[in-house]
């Protein structure tokens, strides 16, 4: 496959900086505008203001173009473009030792001088009951994932466990709220910074997730998280990220941008297709609650068995390069 132009790729890049700022408001303001790259400020009081993100340089995209760079240069040059970003590690069930596994890539990452980025995905009943331990089988999990932590951190806090909540009785609706609230003062008390995740702007209404945010303890952590694993653009997720923040009293957020950059297509959320890229990773987002854009789910991972995709989690590289190419 070819890789897009370097002139494309540009384009495209200043493009999705100037609808971010149209988004944030900032066009005309003298942070963006359309004759030069913009320059973003960070979220006044973020607490990820200075901060460096850590790449993976053994995540899956940088193998691939590693193992790519000799048969197929180009391909491997364009995914470079996601193996050179910081990608969140993601901690299940799974895991091999959690603790020890969590620990070596906060080892790793201080050795760049940068902050990993993790996101948890190990609720009891997760998936509407399709995965996950027991309450106290969760509890002893995220202590021991905080106990491999080490100076700062970032912690995504359970994808889709919050909005997914509706399919659970009463009973184990509540009980999960209480997880992801002691889960919040663990992770708090091993000086990670937390966001619990908030959905997007397809599933629940920004005043019903604020109150379910409220119950599982916002009040604590550092904010929210919208549209992981999903495609929403981000005029789509500031909206309804600033609508949420009013139900929360003012809470910050972050953004999941790894595969947003064509803004999906209506509700369809499994391996949407004739997606891009979105805008890299960053602290410096130009709006007073956005704290950063990030890529929590990697992209080119699949979301399951549909579009032709492999079983979830998987790594799909030519869909991976099809979200370079169309950026």
Same mark, same amino acid.
């Not at 050795?111 to 309450?135: E, K, L, M």
């Given at each position: 496959?070819?890789?897009? =132009?370097?002139?494309?790729?540009?384009g /495209?890049g200043? *493009? $999705?900086?100037?609808?971010?700022? @149209? %988004? !944030?408001?900032?066009?005309?303001?003298?942070?963006?505008?359309?004759?030069?790259?913009?320059?973003l400020?960070p979220?006044?009081?973020s607490?990820?203001?200075?901060?460096?993100?850590?790449?993976d340089?053994? =995540?899956?995209?940088?193998?691939?173009? /590693?193992?790519? *760079? $000799?048969?197929?240069?180009?391909? @491997? %040059? !364009?995914?470079?473009?996601?193996g050179?970003?910081?990608?969140?590690?993601?901690?299940?069930?799974?895991?091999?030792?959690?603790?020890?596994?969590?620990?070596?890539?906060?080892t790793?990452?201080?050795?760049?001088?940068?902050?990993?980025?993790f996101?948890?995905?190990?609720?009891?009943?997760?998936d509407?009951?399709? %995965?996950?331990?027991?309450?106290?089988?969760?509890?002893?999990?995220?202590?021991?994932?905080a106990?491999?932590?080490?100076g700062?951190?970032?912690?995504?806090?359970?994808?889709?466990a919050?909005a997914?909540?509706d399919?659970?009785?009463?009973?184990?609706?509540?009980?999960?709220?209480?997880?992801?609230?002691?889960?919040?003062q663990?992770?708090?008390?091993?000086?990670?910074?937390?966001?619990?995740?908030?959905?997007?702007?397809?599933?629940?209404?920004?005043?019903?997730?604020?109150?379910?945010?409220?119950?599982?303890?916002?009040?604590?952590?550092?904010?929210?998280?919208?549209?992981v694993?999903h495609?929403?653009?981000?005029?789509?997720?500031?909206?309804?990220?600033?609508?949420?923040?009013?139900?929360?009293?003012?809470?910050?957020?972050?953004?999941?941008?790894?595969?947003?950059g064509r803004?999906g297509s209506?509700?369809?959320?499994?391996?949407?297709?004739g997606?891009?890229?979105?805008?890299?990773?960053?602290?410096?987002?130009?709006?007073?609650?956005v704290d950063?854009f990030?890529?929590?789910?990697?992209?080119?991972?699949?979301?399951?068995?549909?579009?032709?995709?492999?079983?979830?989690?998987?790594?799909?590289?030519?869909?991976?390069?099809?979200?370079v190419?169309?950026?």
């Amino acid at each position: 496959m070819r890789a897009p =132009s370097t002139r494309s790729r540009v384009g /495209a890049g200043c *493009r $999705a900086h100037l609808l971010l700022c @149209a %988004a !944030a408001g900032l066009l005309g303001a003298g942070a963006c505008t359309s004759s030069s790259a913009p320059t973003l400020i960070p979220a006044p009081g973020s607490p990820l203001v200075g901060m460096r993100l850590f790449v993976d340089p053994q =995540s899956k995209a940088a193998t691939q173009a /590693a193992q790519w *760079r $000799a048969s197929r240069p180009a391909d @491997a %040059a !364009a995914m470079d473009q996601i193996g050179s970003q910081p990608i969140a590690s993601w901690m299940t069930s799974s895991t091999p030792d959690v603790r020890a596994s969590v620990a070596a890539i906060v080892t790793r990452a201080q050795a760049q001088g940068a902050v990993p980025v993790f996101a948890t995905y190990n609720i009891p009943q997760r998936d509407c009951g399709s %995965a996950g331990g027991t309450a106290d089988s969760y509890r002893s999990w995220i202590r021991a994932f905080a106990s491999g932590l080490s100076g700062s951190s970032v912690v995504i806090l359970e994808p889709d466990a919050i909005a997914q909540a509706d399919c659970l009785s009463p009973a184990a609706r509540s009980t999960r709220y209480g997880l992801m609230a002691d889960a919040v003062q663990v992770l708090k008390a091993a000086n990670a910074i937390v966001y619990l995740d908030g959905g997007n702007a397809r599933w629940l209404a920004p005043e019903d997730m604020g109150q379910r945010l409220t119950q599982s303890g916002i009040a604590q952590a550092d904010g929210f998280a919208v549209n992981v694993a999903h495609y929403l653009d981000n005029a789509t997720n500031i909206a309804y990220g600033e609508a949420v923040s009013r139900a929360t009293g003012g809470k910050h957020f972050v953004i999941d941008t790894g595969r947003n950059g064509r803004g999906g297509s209506g509700t369809e959320w499994c391996n949407v297709p004739g997606q891009a890229l979105g805008v890299n990773p960053s602290v410096n987002t130009g709006h007073p609650l956005v704290d950063a854009f990030l890529w929590v789910k990697q992209p080119g991972e699949s979301d399951g068995t549909c579009n032709g995709g492999p079983p979830p989690g998987n790594w799909w590289p030519e869909y991976a390069l099809g979200l370079v190419q169309r950026r």
